[in-house]
């Protein structure tokens, strides 16, 4: 009987390695030195707030969560692609394309007493549907 439940066992633990890895491998691949996903510019797409009320709300909370307990990855990217010292990242928002059904999380650190920029911009762009991060865009945020 022991057997039996292992057996049940195995690929629903594989199933949900998966589908978790789904959402965070593009942040571990980061962490590894991998910043395939990452480049410079900032997302081109129809964004709307993701806002109460919304379906969208649920899945932006477990994925922020996720990235904010990886939020060391945000200032590797900053380092790898920026040169200015910054402070430390800060959620922003959810926002949702829904021409591409793409969710997007934002990220912004300061840049302390610069002459040009208020700070660098990280946004997370995970598929909408099986909520896996597709790329990351990483850009200076000018004065206004």
């Known amino acids: 009987m022991a057997k039996t439940h292992i057996v049940i066992l195995l690929p629903l633990v594989a199933l949900i390695c998966s589908s978790s890895c789904s959402r965070a491998c593009g942040l571990r691949a980061i962490r590894s030195g991998d910043f395939s996903i990452v480049q410079r510019g900032s997302y081109r ?43 430390g990242y800060r959620f922003k928002y959810a926002a949702l394309d829904v021409e591409s059904n793409e969710l997007v999380l934002r990220y912004f650190t300061r840049i ?22 597709k790329g990351v865009y990483t850009a200076e945020v000018p004065l206004e």
């Open 45 to 87: 797409g129809w964004l709307t707030m993701v806002t109460e009320g919304m379906e969208q709300v649920e899945a932006a909370e477990r994925l922020r969560a996720m990235v904010d307990k990886n939020i060391e990855v945000l200032n590797m990217i900053s380092d790898r692609f920026h040169v200015i010292e910054h402070v």
């Open 112 to 133: 302390v007493e610069h002459p040009l920029y208020a700070g660098y911009q990280i946004q997370l762009v995970f598929d909408g549907g099986s909520r896996r991060l």
